[in-house]
């Protein structure tokens, strides 16, 4: 499938590391890989395992250590300092949480509208009409253009924060774990409302989450992230039927099944360790530590992400 599709975000030997302390945090690690246009790229992993340091580092907001991406969708750009503001009228991000993200002191129509003043796009009648619009959009309605945030709940303020993704009409959006702090009832309204726009709107979605249903259920290829590093990317029913990687496997072994009878059956399998620092990652597979099937070689020699199948990319000695 992806290899007849259109690349919309094409990344390579992409890495971004802080300064601290102790000594320099590889948040993430020299990846390479590609979003194509209309797909929802899932994005897991651990807490600490870089992936919203990547979605940032994608939405401009963290400048690469080394690397690059280039964006190859309405105009073709290598998205560097000088042309961010370019790219931020193609690429949008909406935030896990919707409490902290919009400003309390504005209304929900001048939220909405920020966007298309700072990149001059209509007049004000017409941003109006639009406000209006993306409201009606997002399931809300042109009286809520009046309010404050603090007059929401939860579900109403990620509609918000979708409406005003959506007010510069980019193709490609950053969605960083949108629906995590939603009560699970109005988790799949949420859901519901970015698929049903992404088909509309012709959107490509970074998906990252840490519920490995919802990625399953919402993404078209998943990538697995470990310590900074992608170990294992597919498309989500290869990953979930084929699972390959030792840390893969571990982390979707965790995953309820609806079925009590499969869920009673299941052997579940329990990593064991804690996660190591991403300032000192361990020699060899940084997975090593912790892997069961940890050989000689793991703890000498890192192991590249390679294509094993068409589409599967795995980064582990032992798959061949
Ligand atoms: Fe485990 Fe070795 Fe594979 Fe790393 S390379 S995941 S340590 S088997």
Redesign the pocket.
């Known amino acids: 499938m992806a290899e007849n599709k259109k690349k919309l975000i094409e990344v390579k030997n992409l890495s971004k590391y802080f300064k601290v302390d102790k000594g320099t945090l590889k948040a993430v690690d020299n990846l390479t890989f590609d979003i194509y246009q209309n797909e929802t790229f899932g994005l897991v992993g651990e807490s600490g395992c870089g992936k919203s340091t990547l979605g940032r580092t994608l939405m401009g907001v963290y400048t690469p250590t080394s690397g690059s991406f280039r964006y190859t969708g309405r105009e073709s750009l290598e998205v560097n300092k000088k042309n961010l503001f370019r790219y931020s009228k193609l690429a949008q991000m909406i935030f896990q949480d919707p409490y902290a993200s919009l400003d309390p002191r504005m209304t929900v129509g001048s939220i909405i509208e920020e966007g298309m003043i700072i990149h001059n796009m209509y007049d004000k009648q017409k941003r109006q009409e639009r406000v209006y619009e993306l409201l009606e959009v997002v399931g809300l309605n042109k009286e809520h253009a009046n309010r404050f945030p603090h007059e929401f709940s939860g579900g109403q303020r990620q509609r918000i924060g979708i409406a005003r993704a959506l007010a510069i009409e980019p193709e490609f959006i950053v969605c960083d774990e949108p629906i995590s702090a939603l009560d699970v009832s109005i988790q799949s309204q949420v859901i519901n409302l970015l698929s049903d726009l992404q088909k509309k709107l012709n959107l490509t979605y970074l998906f990252i989450a840490h519920d490995l249903n919802i990625v399953k259920y919402i993404s078209d290829r998943i990538a697995v992230m470990y310590l900074g590093n992608i170990?294992e990317l597919a498309s989500s029913d290869e990953l979930y039927q084929n699972t390959l990687?030792?840390?893969s496997t571990a982390l979707l072994s965790a995953v309820p099944i609806p079925d009590p009878d499969k869920e009673a059956q299941k052997s579940r399998q329990i990593i064991e360790g804690e996660i190591p620092s991403p300032i000192n990652p361990p020699p060899?597979?940084?997975?090593?530590p912790r892997?069961?099937?940890?050989?000689d070689?793991?703890?000498k020699q890192k192991?590249a992400l390679k294509e094993v199948k068409p589409g599967h990319f795995v980064?582990?000695?032992?798959?061949k």
């Open positions: 170990v990687h030792p840390y060899g597979c940084n997975f090593a892997c069961p099937k940890a050989c070689i793991c703890h192991p980064a582990c000695h032992l798959v």
